[in-house]
């Protein structure tokens, strides 16, 4: 008899074989060495004695499979090792696909990677409609490509356009989306799945089959042409240098998809030799990093129904619209109903874009109310302040609000410099306040610091960690220290990027030289994005506690009014909200250019590390990823450092030092690695 640890089989009255998938000891499905082999035996199993029809499930109401098991990728130790696993998945996937028999897959909440290729080797799927259920192939986030058949499947059944935007993107899709594309065949209310699944074994429909088109675009002679425009299109955003993986699976498709077999042990091949390689292996460190930092919600089961937003700025308002969107009842306050209306507006563009469907946009704009008078506070469970950076005004704010506080609320500040120390002075009970510093834009940015001053009770920083989990956000709990931890560490790599441009460097140079790095965006663009006020603002803040000199030309910029893309002027000139960017065709990029700029980064985290912003390298590497951008495929700062040989970088620092001035003493944590 097959082992039923993870699975599960059953054959009903119409000879229709059930096989349940249950991970034991997890709340989540993945495919491991383990669960596969399992699931290999039962097909064996059922191969042997073919039903009427097989039903793959879930037994978990997290969903259907969350793909291959990552935590096994970082334990291989070889190309050749790696390979092997890829091609018994695809015995084991290969076995499902040529089964006579329908084939069903029934998938509710996600399907994900390698769930989707086995959902894949089926034929047919089924998938609940409801919003949470989500569709995708997410690999390439990871360093590599679908490794189970997905490259050869999902082009064959949608055509390449259609998969190659799913595999090249990343990006999952509803059950509604998924069936528009030919990816599913019926998208069914929850309560019908199971009756769709043997209406189908009974009626056994023609499979689906891209139209004429997308059949084309597999076409020998249409792939090269094709694979050009992808590898241009990718290009805009990943640099084939840094992140291989996107390049090699347009190769692999462009080169192999008339052999099946070929295609299949090449791509075997091709994500082997990725996922050992130092992009897949560090990628992989961010995605546990990031579970890491989700782990830090679950301190607490703190949850919160009601939500009052002070201020109706561009932060406080979107953080108002970020909330009601994730399901919350939200209030806004500030003075007048025209300082609400922009934030409202906004809100209703951020609900429309991720929400798509009328009803669901107007529901959560009812759940986002102007509130000019507070009347939100007496029932809110979390009150966020998000004034304007003054001490006075903040503490003045405060002395109205707590009490009229329930006991239970959180009274959260969104300040990103003023110490929780000094606002908290005037309250009665000041362990009860906490920072929650998101960043813009909100609705991009994942990252929030959790701010525990002195005073701050552990609980509470907990119960903000909870709510920013609550809100699909990820919580990064830090010390109340001057700029906290992103903006301490950004800020002197900006800075410096503004003294280059002050000796004569050309923005674009100095922009091209930190993307060459693997910043997303230039630190010049990127002054210019955030605003030269904000920044000017932060430097000044920072200068009075650190030793921050802040450049001479950013507070000139400032006070002529330059203050960036919001005033269509900064560094660069803004024509529709884009810079305007000189050509640099035949530019060199000065000597020590990249390293000034990223050994200011590198030197600050070594400062904040030692002086305990943050408990680990780890949780640094965390928050300068997701808060900065910093190079994912570098793992962050601390792990950079480490890799490049501390010792060889703290010989850079001192020669950077001795050229250009104290700014550069390397910090005395460098001298204890």
């Not at 291989?76 to 090792?81: A, C």
């Not at 693997?518 to 932060?538: K, S, Y």
């Not at 005033?567 to 020590?592: C, H, I």
């Amino acid at each position: 008899m097959t082992e039923q640890r993870h699975w599960r089989i059953e054959r009903d009255a119409d000879d229709i074989a059930w096989l349940h998938f249950d991970m034991a000891d997890t709340s989540t499905n993945v495919l491991s060495v383990e669960t596969i082999a399992e699931f290999d035996a039962h097909l064996q199993a059922i191969e042997s004695k073919p039903p009427r029809g097989l039903v793959v499930l879930s037994d978990k109401a997290s969903g259907f499979i969350a793909g291959a098991d990552i935590k096994g990728f970082t334990s291989m130790e070889s190309v050749e090792q790696a390979a092997e696993f890829m091609r018994g998945m695809h015995t084991v996937l290969n076995r499902l696909e040529s089964f006579s028999f329908p084939t069903v897959s029934l998938i509710s909440g996600f399907c994900l990677g390698g769930g989707l290729e086995l959902a894949l080797a089926t034929r047919y799927r089924i998938a609940d409609e409801d919003p949470k259920t989500r569709l995708g192939l997410p690999e390439v986030r990871l360093g590599i490509h679908p490794g189970f058949g997905g490259s050869v499947r999902a082009p064959r059944l949608l055509g390449a356009p259609t998969a190659m935007d799913m595999m090249l993107s990343g990006r999952a899709l509803s059950a509604r989306a998924a069936k528009k594309v030919g990816l599913i065949d019926y998208a069914v209310p929850q309560r019908q799945l199971l009756r769709a699944a043997k209406m189908i074994i009974a009626e056994v429909p023609a499979p689906y089959r891209s139209g004429r088109l997308a059949r084309l675009s597999n076409h020998p002679l249409v792939r090269p042409l094709l694979a050009k425009y992808l590898k241009r299109t990718v290009a805009k955003k990943a640099n084939p240098d840094h992140y291989p993986a996107p390049y090699a699976m347009i190769d692999l498709w462009c080169k192999y998809f008339d052999n099946p077999s070929k295609m299949y042990a090449e791509e075997a091949l091709s994500v082997a030799n990725l996922v050992v390689g130092d992009t897949a292996q560090n990628l992989i460190r961010v995605f546990f990093l990031q579970e890491e930092m989700k782990s830090l919600g679950r301190k607490n089961k703190f949850h919160a129904e009601c939500v009052h937003v002070v201020g109706a700025g561009v932060m406080g308002g979107d953080i108002a619209a970020w909330c009601a969107l994730r399901g919350l009842r939200v209030t806004l306050q500030d003075q007048s109903p025209q300082r609400i209306a922009p934030a409202m507006k906004r809100a209703h563009a951020l609900f429309k874009k991720k929400l798509k469907q009328p009803r669901l946009i107007q529901a959560a704009m009812d759940r986002l109310m102007p509130d000019v008078k507070g009347v939100g506070v007496e029932r809110a469970d979390v009150i966020i302040e998000a004034i304007f950076e003054n001490a006075e005004a903040k503490q003045n704010l405060y002395r109205t609000l707590e009490p009229r506080m329930k006991a239970t609320a959180l009274l959260t500040t969104n300040t990103s410099s003023i110490p929780l120390e000094v606002l908290s002075e005037v309250l009665e009970d000041p362990k009860r306040l906490v920072g929650l510093h998101f960043f813009n834009p909100v609705a991009q940015m994942q990252l929030v610091e959790i701010v525990k001053g002195k005073q701050t009770s552990q609980t509470v920083a907990n119960q903000a960690a909870a709510f920013a989990r609550q809100i699909d956000r990820l919580p990064l709990p830090v010390k109340s220290s001057p700029g906290f931890l992103v903006n301490r560490i950004l800020m002197p790599y900006l800075l410096e990027a503004v003294v280059l441009e002050s000796e004569g460097v050309r923005p674009e140079l100095i922009d091209k030289a930190a993307t060459d790095f693997g910043m997303p965006m230039g630190p010049i663009e990127l002054a210019d994005t955030v605003g030269l006020d904000i920044c000017l603002a932060v430097a000044e803040t920072l200068a009075q506690s650190l030793e921050v000199d802040v450049p001479a030309k950013l507070r000139e910029m400032v006070s002529n009014g330059d203050l960036g893309r919001k005033s269509g002027r900064g560094f660069y000139s803004y024509n529709k909200g884009k810079p305007e960017k000189a050509k640099l065709e035949g530019a060199t990029l000065p000597a020590d250019l990249t390293e000034r700029m990223m050994f200011r980064m590198l030197n600050e985290s070594m400062a904040c590390l030692r002086e305990g912003v943050v408990e680990s390298d780890d949780l640094l590497d965390a928050g300068i990823i997701f808060g900065t951008g910093f190079a994912p495929f570098r793992g962050g700062p601390m792990h950079h450092i480490h890799t490049s040989g501390s010792k060889s970088m703290k010989e850079k620092m001192d020669g950077l030092n001795q050229g250009y001035g104290e700014r550069f003493a390397p910090d005395e944590a460098w001298d204890g690695l």
